[in-house]
C-alpha cells in the first residue's frame, strides 16, 4: 500500500475520530439499524434500491458501500434479466450486453473486466455458486430474477467477509416463501415477447405449523434477436425451513438448472454496420447443467447472540461445441468430404464443497453497545477439463469426440479462512469497524495438455501453490443526522492465482516459480442517506490499487519463451454517485399520484501503472473500463399504474491493454464506442395478487455492442440486441 493511501486512510479516521470525541455520549437508548432475519429486507418498501441496514443476519454492513436491489419494485425486463433496468440506481457498474437470453450476466465496476462477473464474489443465498471462486471464478449460471427477491451489492470491503474478489459481492438472495401465512398459495407469471420469447414462472409455498416452504419451475425459451440464436433454460428450486424451537430452524433447499443456447458468433465492426442481426456461425452452442444443493441452520443462542451454518455445494457441468475459427473463415462446406469441418468440443466438470459458519453478539463496553461478528470457512473444489476434443461435422447440439480430448486436466483448490470484524460504537453518531481475515490457499493441477506431432503425450508442469496470508481493513461511519451518514473504508483483497495461469505448454510457456496472488486494496469515503420521504441519495470518491496483475511477457534467449508472471499494477480512481428525487412529496401532497426521478453516474480512470513489465502497457487506461457510465429515468404513477422511461449512457472503452483504435479486420481488438440506450416500462396491479407488465427494451434502436471477444463465443465483436418488447401477466392466490 503506498504512503499517500495510508495517510489518506489514517486522516479520515483520526478526523472522524475527534470530531466524534467533541460530542458528548447520549444516555438515550442507542438506535442501532439491525434486521436478525434476512428475509424482511425490502419486504413492505415500494423502492426498488435501499441501503443495506447496518447488521443482517450474521452479517456487518456499516460502513461499506452497498446497495440492495428489491427485485419486485424493479420497474424492467427481470424475465430475460436485463441488468440494465435491474443495477440501473447502483452508479459505475459496467454490463456486457452479448447474451440476448439473459443466461450470462457479466458485471464490473471500478475499472474491472466484466467477464461472467468474475472480479465480484457472485453468491446466491450467502454460499458460492461460480465455477471455482479461487481458481475458475467465472459465473457461468445465475439464477432468473423471477425467483430472486433482492440482491445485496457490496463494494470494497467486502472483501474481509467474503474472501476473493476486487470488486465486491454480489448476493442473490431467492425467494423463500416465509412471508407467506397460509397453508398454500400459488404464484403465477406468464411472460411473451419479441423474437418468440416465452416465459413461464410458477410457485406454490405456504406455512403450517413448525414448517414452511417453496418450491418453482421457470421455463424460458426463445429465437433471439440474432439469427443462430435459440435457446431454452429450465430451473427448479425447492426450499423447507423447520423451526424446531422459536430459536432454531434447519433449511434445506436445492436448484437445479439447465440452460441449452446456440452461439450466433461474433461479428465484424463492417458485418455490423451492414446488418447486426446477422450471424456466420450455426453449429456453435453452449450447454450448461448447474445443481446447489445447501443445508443452513439458524440458531439464536440469546437475545445478543445470533449464529449461522452453511454447508453447501457446486455441481456444474459446462460444454460447448462449435466451430472457433476466426470470423473471418467460413464455416461452409467442405467440397472434399462435401460435409462441415469437424467441431470443437470442450467440457468441463465442477464439483465444489464448503461449509461457512458465523456468529455475531453484541456486547457492552461502557454505556455503548458494540457488535462483533466472526466466522470460518472451508472449502474444496475439483475442475476436470476436456477440451479441443474433434467433434462432429454435424449442426445440432452433439458432443460425441473422435478419440481422445488432446487436454485433459484436473485441476484442485482447496480454502481454510477465518474473519472477524467488529463495530465499535464511540458514541451514539460515530461508529469504527476493524477487520481481519486469515486466508490459506492451494491450487495444483495435473494432467495433459496435448501431444506432440509424434504422438506423445504433452503433460503440464508439476505446478502447485500453497500459500496463506492476512488482510486486514477498516471502516468508520458518521451519522450527520438520523437518516444521513457519512462513511470511509480502505480494506485489502486480492484475486488467487487462475487455473489458466497454472496450465502452461512446457514447449512454449514457463510458469514463474514466483508468481504471487494479484493484491491489493479498495477506498472508500462518500456521503449517503435520505431527506424525509422525497430524497435518496449516496455520493462517493473511490480508490482501487490491483497490485501483481498476472499475464504473459516474452523472454528472450535461446530459444525465447513466454513466462506467466506477474507483469505489474493498475490503479482505479472515480467518483459514484446516486440521487433520487420525489418532487410530489417535497412540494406538494398526493393520496393517488407519484413522480420520481432519479439518476446515477460513474467515472472511472483506470491505467496500468508505469512499471508494467510490458512496455507497451504503461500508462495505457486498463480495457473494459469506460470512463463515464451514466443512467438515469423518470417513474410516474397513478394508483396502481406505473410508467417508468430509462436512459442507459455508456463512454467508449478499449478492448485490449496495447488501447488499439481501428478495429482489426475479424473484430477481435479495436475500440468499443460509446451508446446510449432507452428503455420503457409499464405495470399495473389490479389487485394484491393481479398484476399486468409490458416493455419496450430498446425503444429507438440503438445498434451497439459492448464486448469484442478472441475466442468463446465470439470470436469478433458481439453485437447487443436491438428494440424488444415483452408482455407479462401474473396472479397469486
Known amino acids: 500500500m503506498s504512503k499517500k493511501g495510508i495517510v489518506f486512510s489514517l486522516m479520515i479516521v483520526v478526523l472522524n475520530v475527534a470530531h466524534a470525541q467533541t460530542k458528548k455520549v447520549s444516555n438515550d437508548t442507542l438506535h442501532i439499524r439491525s434486521l436478525p432475519d434476512v428475509t424482511v429486507v425490502g419486504r413492505n418498501s415500494k423502492s426498488d434500491y435501499q441501503q443495506m441496514p447496518e447488521i443482517v443476519g450474521t452479517n456487518i454492513y456499516a460502513g461499506k458501500k452497498n446497495a440492495l436491489i428489491v427485485l419486485d419494485n424493479v420497474q424492467g425486463n427481470v424475465v430475460t434479466n436485463n441488468m440494465r433496468q435491474v443495477l440501473a440506481k447502483v452508479p459505475g457498474i459496467h454490463i456486457w450486453e452479448s447474451d440476448p437470453s439473459g443466461i450470462q450476466i457479466g458485471i464490473a465496476a471500478r475499472g474491472l473486466s466484466p467477464n461472467r462477473s468474475w472480479e465480484f464474489n457472485v453468491r446466491q443465498n450467502g454460499y458460492d455458486i461460480s465455477a471455482d471462486p479461487f481458481g475458475y471464478p467465472e459465473a457461468y449460471y445465475n439464477p432468473q430474477l423471477q425467483a430472486v427477491q433482492r440482491i445485496e ?57 413448525k414448517v414452511h ?47 441449452r443456447s446456440q452461439q450466433p458468433g461474433g461479428l465484424t465492426d463492417a458485418q455490423i454496420k451492414q446488418d447486426a442481426q446477422q450471424s ?58 462435401l460435409s462441415y469441418n469437424n467441431r470443437v468440443v470442450n467440457l468441463d466438470q465442477y464439483r465444489n464443497y464448503g461449509l461457512e459458519s458465523r456468529i455475531i453478539t453484541d456486547y457492552h463496553l461502557g454505556k455503548m453497545k458494540n457488535t462483533l461478528s466472526g466466522g470460518m470457512r472451508l472449502y474444496t473444489g475439483t475442475t476436470t477439463r476436456q477440451a479441443d476434443g474433434k467433434g462432429t461435422t454435424g449442426t445440432g447440439y452433439d458432443i460425441s469426440v473422435t478419440g481422445n480430448y ?105 510458469v514463474d516459480p514466483d508468481l504471487k496472488d494479484a493484491k491489493g486494496y479498495n477506498i472508500d469515503l462518500g456521503y449517503r442517506g435520505k431527506v424525509k420521504n422525497f430524497l435518496q441519495f449516496d455520493v462517493s470518491g473511490f480508490y482501487l490499487q490491483y497490485d501483481n496483475r498476472v499475464g504473459t511477457v516474452t523472454v528472450s534467449g535461446t530459444p525465447s519463451y513466454r ?140 445498434r451497439y455492442f459492448t464486448r469484442r471477444a478472441g475466442g468463446y463465443p465470439g470470436p469478433g465483436a458481439l453485437p447487443a440486441d436491438g428494440r424488444t418488447f415483452f408482455i407479462s401477466v401474473g396472479a397469486k392466490l
Open 406 to 510: 488432446p487436454r485433459d486436466i484436473t485441476f484442485k483448490s482447496s480454502n481454510v479462512a477465518a474473519f472477524a470484524e467488529n463495530i465499535f460504537r464511540i458514541n451514539d453518531k460515530f461508529l469504527i469497524i476493524p477487520g481481519i481475515r486469515y486466508e490459506w490457499l492451494e491450487g495444483s493441477s495435473s494432467g495433459r495438455n496435448g501431444y506432440t506431432s509424434g504422438g506423445a503425450e504433452i503433460l503440464l508442469q508439476n505446478v502447485s501453490r500453497s500459500r496463506s496470508f492476512v488482510l486486514a481493513g477498516i471502516g468508520t461511519e458518521y451519522h450527520v443526522t438520523k437518516a444521513t451518514e457519512i462513511y470511509a473504508n480502505i480494506s485489502q483483497a486480492y484475486r488467487p492465482i487462475q487455473f489458466a495461469n497454472l496450465q502452461a505448454p512446457p514447449t512454449t510457456d514457463v
Open 153 to 209: 451489492i457490496v463494494r470494497g470491503q467486502g472483501s474481509l467477509q467474503y474472501g476473493p474478489q476486487f470488486g465486491g459481492l454480489v448476493n442473490y438472495i431467492l425467494r423463500n416463501g416465509s412471508e407467506i401465512n397460509k397453508p398454500f398459495e400459488f404464484e403465477t407469471q406468464q411472460t411473451v415477447g419479441s423474437n418468440g420469447l416465452f416465459n413461464s414462472y410458477n410457485a406454490v409455498g405456504g406455512k403450517k405449523g
Open 563 to 702: 513466462l506467466i508472471t506477474n507483469v505489474g499494477s493498475s490503479t482505479s480512481k472515480g467518483f459514484e454517485g446516486y440521487v433520487e428525487f420525489n418532487p410530489i412529496r417535497a412540494f406538494g401532497k398526493s393520496k393517488h399520484g407519484d413522480l420520481i426521478i432519479f439518476g446515477s453516474y460513474g467515472y472511472t480512470d483506470a491505467k496500468y501503472s508505469g512499471d508494467h513489465k510490458d512496455a507497451s502497457t504503461k500508462g495505457k487506461k486498463v480495457e473494459n473500463a469506460p470512463t463515464n457510465i451514466f443512467r438515469g429515468g423518470i417513474t410516474g404513477g397513478y394508483k396502481g399504474f406505473l410508467l417508468t422511461a430509462q436512459v442507459s449512457s455508456v463512454g467508449e472503452t478499449f478492448s485490449d491493454a496495447n488501447n488499439t483504435v481501428a478495429a482489426s479486420a475479424n473484430g477481435n481488438t479495436g475500440l468499443i464506442p460509446s451508446y446510449t440506450v432507452t428503455d420503457l416500462t409499464a405495470t399495473y396491479k389490479f389487485s394484491k395478487g393481479l398484476n399486468f407488465k409490458a416493455g419496450i427494451n430498446n425503444l429507438f434502436n440503438e
Open 213 to 259: 416452504y417453496y418450491t418453482f419451475f421457470d421455463h424460458r425459451n426463445g429465437d433471439g434477436w440474432r439469427e443462430n440464436s435459440r435457446y431454452y433454460t429450465n430451473a427448479g428450486y425447492g426450499t423447507v425451513t423447520y423451526n424446531f424451537t422459536t430459536k432454531f430452524s434447519l433449511t434445506a433447499e436445492v436448484m437445479r438448472s439447465h440452460i
Open 280 to 337: 456466420f456461425r450455426s453449429r456453435n452452442w453452449f450447454d450448461i447443467t448447474w445443481t446447489t444443493p445447501a443445508l443452513i441452520a439458524n440458531y439464536k443462542i440469546n437475545e445478543n447472540t445470533r449464529w449461522n451454518t452453511k454447508l453447501f455445494g457446486t455441481i456444474g457441468d459446462r460444454n460447448s461445441v462449435g466451430f472457433l475459427q476466426s470470423i473471418t473463415t467460413k464455416d461452409s462446406i467442405n467440397p472434399a468430404t
